[in-house]
Structure formats: structure tokens, C-alpha cells
């Protein structure tokens, strides 16, 4: 069992194959995907070993410097700190759309949104389409999902029995931001089940119950956390008192006083780290930490008014930067920290790398399990970045592209925002007109466009012009 540190005031070898098609020229170098085939019905995998168990954390709405580990010295997050020192920590993990619906399609499917179809909030995912808990039943796996789902449709509809498909266990409500208030439908449960309590504490007792429940054979847990995605005030005060006193700054590109929000923002990050630390210690407890995946990863960021605005759907870091770490204490070494790009698509195709189960033929993200391994060096180039922004409003139709040094992105009247982030990490100066820089502009665009077209996407680009929303302070 794994000592784990703990906030007192708070708490009592295989080099994996790819199925990536076209994208192998702008993305990786050739890989062998003779390993690489699609999941049919009724056929199951070989292995020359048992597979490691599965346990993928979501926050919703959490950016990635939101954490020690990533330098934030203002936040109070000893859990999760201690799994980034347990495991891997990726700095450039990048959400593809920075929206709920549309990422977690991508990381059902590993594929695209314009593959997927599931462009904007509040889309169904296709019934026909294979998904994560499919692939890891036929390999044996017992899979689980708790918490926020968001792809079933409407939001106003329970979820249903077809959006269950490859899920033993369920215990999900589609879409509400009502933490406070923990409900949610159980399997094949027609009324929901109403429990008393933080919806975080609830779902991580659940699947806690879950691990103790399937600890002899592999599972697949799926755990996905309706925080710190606002309403910021719903969070517990016993979590904002523990930053009485404190002064926090908001970071250099917000022009407003954040403070308030901020710190209602943290504190509902430090609750949902608490509850990491129990998970943690409840597979520990099991006897499976070892021989688990633990992947704590989130949808998209908050802008929490940087560049003026608010929320998500912008291709600034605080909106598509988003926490990753893995950890898997039989094949990963501990203790480091990456500036590899990892985008949605590639957290499934990686995870079944990582677990020796096949990837689908239909995944368009990229198997970097032998990066994370240490058996390979190759990596990612490049992030493809793509937001629809349906009826409108204060964002737009927009595309981009990231690599480890450079952000940029166009939308419907061309282009947009291009920064330094090695210089310019706060993203202060905005390089698209500035003639110094005319040719790295042309470099970039080029990239888009080919990226594009290697992609098959050629969705025209509408919307209207990114005008700053005002954050409100707000307050308890």
C-alpha cells in the first residue's frame, strides 16, 4: 500500500501500434499498426498478460494551472500534487473542443468532433458509434460510470438505457450544475435516486463501492465530477475557509478583480481533491494501485476573465490547457513531468495502449502509450483545435492549431490570435499583425490548413466577432 501525504486541516513493455491513418506525416513517425485492428461483437483480444485496471477522473471546467503541481502556489491540492509525483504529469494536455458535450465524445470514441458529429453542446452521441466501455467488455473488463454524463441529448432528458450501452455499472445524471444536490438514475432505474450531501463526496462513495466490488477481476471506471464548473457559490464553506486570509491574485491577463470567484473556484477544486485522496486510498486498500490506470484529466478550463472573458470555447490556455496525469506504478515511473502534447482523442487510443488491448480502426487520435512507457521518443507535433459555437452569442466558429511553443487559431472573418508561449506564457501580446512575424503567421496557417485537410474537416466557419464577456465577482 502507497503512503500518501495529507493536508492535516482538511483531512482525519510493448511498443503499442496506432491507427492514425493520414495523420502519421503531420502528427508522429510511421508506427507498426499490424497490432492495430477493429473491436467486432463477440471477439476478444489476446494478451500475454492480465490487463490493468481502469480508473479515468473528470472535473468539469477545470484548467490545468489550477494546481500545485503545475506551479500554483495558491491552491490547496495535496492529493492531486501527490499523484503527479506518483505518476506522469503532462503540461500540454489539450482539450480539442473545449466544451463538455463535444470532449467527451471525443474521449468515448478517440475521434473528432466533425467525425463524431457531436459539434455542440447537448448532441446526442451516435448509437452506432464504438465506444471506450465496449472495447474494454470484450476484453473481460467490468466497467462502471459515475456522475456527469452529457451525451444523451437534451439536457431536460434523463439519461436512457441505449446511452448506457457497454456500462455495467451506471449511475449518472446527464447534465446539471447543481452540486449540491446529488441525484442521479441507477442502471435501469426509471426515478432518480436523491442522496443527501456535496455531489462529489456521493460519487466518490460510489466508487469507492464500485473498486471494492470488482477488486478481483479488471474494471473500468469512468468517474466524471460536476465541479468547480460554476455556480461557484454551491461549494461546501468548510472548503472556502481554508482560504481565510488569503490573498489571491488572479493572474496577469485578467483586467477585472477576480478574487471572490477565484476563491470559490479553488475551493471547489481542493473539494474534489479530497475526494481524489479517497479514491486513492480506496484502491490502495483493495490491494490494486499498482496494477491500475489512474488518469485524472478534465473537459475543458475556465477563463475566470482572463482576456476579459468567461467560461470556455476561447483557444486561450486558460480555456484549452487542461489537467492530465496517469499513473501506473507497474509500468510508469514515477516522478515525471512532460511537456508532451496530448489532446482528447488521444486518451483512449492511449489508455487501451497502456492496458494491451487493441485500438479500434475507427479512433483518429494517437497511441502514445510507448511515449509514456519511456520505449519510444516520438510525440505529437501538433494539437488540432476546433469549436463550433452554436446560435451564435459572444464566441464564434473557430479553428487552431497548438504546438509546445505556439497558439494559433482563425475564425470567420480569418485570422485571429497567434502568441509566443515559450515568451509569452500569459498570452499579453497578440502576434497576428505584427509584421516581425508575418512569416511565422504563414508557417502556421499552412499547418492549419493541411492539418485540415489531412482531418477531412472543411466546415465552413460562421459566427459572429469574440467580443469580451464582463465577469461577474459574484460572492457568498
Request: glycine share 8%.
Amino acid at each position: 500500500a502507497m503512503t500518501r501525504p495529507r493536508y492535516t486541516g482538511l483531512y482525519p513493455v510493448r511498443a503499442a501500434g496506432t491507427a492514425i491513418g493520414v495523420f502519421a506525416a503531420l502528427f508522429l513517425a510511421a508506427c507498426d499498426s499490424s497490432d492495430v485492428r477493429e473491436i467486432q461483437q463477440g471477439e476478444v483480444a489476446a494478451s500475454d498478460r492480465d490487463h490493468p485496471n481502469i480508473v479515468v477522473v473528470i472535473a468539469d471546467q477545470m484548467r490545468a494551472h489550477a494546481m500545485g503541481a503545475m506551479g500554483n502556489s495558491q491552491i490547496i491540492t495535496p492529493n492531486l500534487d501527490a499523484l503527479a509525483a506518483e505518476g506522469v504529469l503532462i503540461r500540454n494536455a489539450i482539450s480539442g473542443q473545449p466544451v463538455c458535450t463535444p470532449f467527451r465524445a471525443q474521449l468515448m470514441t478517440g475521434r473528432y468532433s466533425h467525425s463524431t458529429g457531436v459539434m455542440h453542446n447537448d448532441m446526442r452521441m451516435p448509437d452506432d458509434a464504438v465506444i471506450f466501455p465496449q472495447v474494454l467488455q470484450q476484453q473481460g473488463y467490468t466497467t462502471g460510470y459515475i456522475g456527469k454524463w452529457h451525451l444523451s441529448g437534451d439536457r431536460d432528458n434523463p439519461v436512457d438505457a441505449t446511452s448506457r450501452r457497454g456500462w455495467d455499472y451506471w449511475a449518472v445524471r446527464n447534465v446539471s450544475h447543481r452540486h449540491d444536490r446529488a441525484r442521479y438514475w441507477l442502471n435501469d432505474a426509471t426515478e432518480p435516486v436523491v442522496a443527501e450531501g456535496w455531489e462529489p463526496d456521493v460519487q466518490t462513495d460510489l466508487a469507492i463501492e464500485f473498486i471494492k466490488s470488482n477488486r478481483q477481476k479488471p474494471f473500468g471506471l469512468f468517474l466524471s465530477y460536476g465541479p468547480p464548473h460554476n455556480p461557484y457559490e454551491l461549494v461546501p464553506q468548510r472548503y472556502v475557509d481554508m482560504y481565510e486570509g488569503s490573498r489571491l491574485a488572479s493572474r496577469p491577463n485578467v483586467p477585472i478583480d477576480n478574487e471572490e470567484t477565484l476563491r470559490l473556484y479553488y475551493a471547489a477544486i481542493t473539494s474534489l481533491d479530497a475526494n481524489i485522496g479517497r479514491l486513492s486510498d480506496a484502491l490502495a486498500e483493495a490491494g490494486v494501485a499498482d496494477n491500475t490506470i489512474l488518469v485524472f484529466t478534465a473537459d475543458h478550463g475556465d477563463m475566470l476573465g482572463s482576456q476579459g472573458h468567461r467560461l470556455k470555447q476561447r483557444p486561450w490556455e486558460e480555456s484549452i490547457n487542461i489537467p492530465f496525469i496517469l499513473r501506473y506504478p507497474e509500468r510508469i515511473e514515477p516522478g515525471q513531468e512532460h511537456d508532451w502534447l496530448v489532446t482528447t482523442v488521444d486518451m483512449m487510443p492511449t489508455i487501451l495502449g497502456l492496458s494491451d488491448v487493441a485500438v479500434p480502426d475507427a479512433v483518429e487520435g494517437l497511441d502514445l502509450s510507448a511515449l509514456f512507457e519511456g520505449t519510444s521518443s516520438e510525440q505529437r507535433e501538433a494539437a488540432f483545435l476546433f469549436n463550433v459555437h452554436r446560435g451564435g452569442g459572444p464566441g464564434t466558429d473557430w479553428r487552431g492549431i497548438r504546438t509546445k511553443e505556439w497558439i494559433y487559431a482563425i475564425h470567420h472573418a480569418g485570422d485571429w490570435v497567434m502568441y509566443d508561449l515559450k515568451n509569452d506564457p500569459y498570452e499579453l501580446h497578440n502576434l497576428i499583425d505584427d509584421e516581425d512575424y508575418a512569416g511565422r503567421k504563414q508557417a502556421l496557417r499552412q499547418q492549419l490548413t493541411a492539418l485540415r485537410m489531412a482531418l477531412g474537416e472543411s466546415i465552413p466557419l460562421v459566427g459572429v466577432d469574440p467580443d469580451p464577456v464582463e465577469l461577474p465577482t459574484g460572492g457568498r
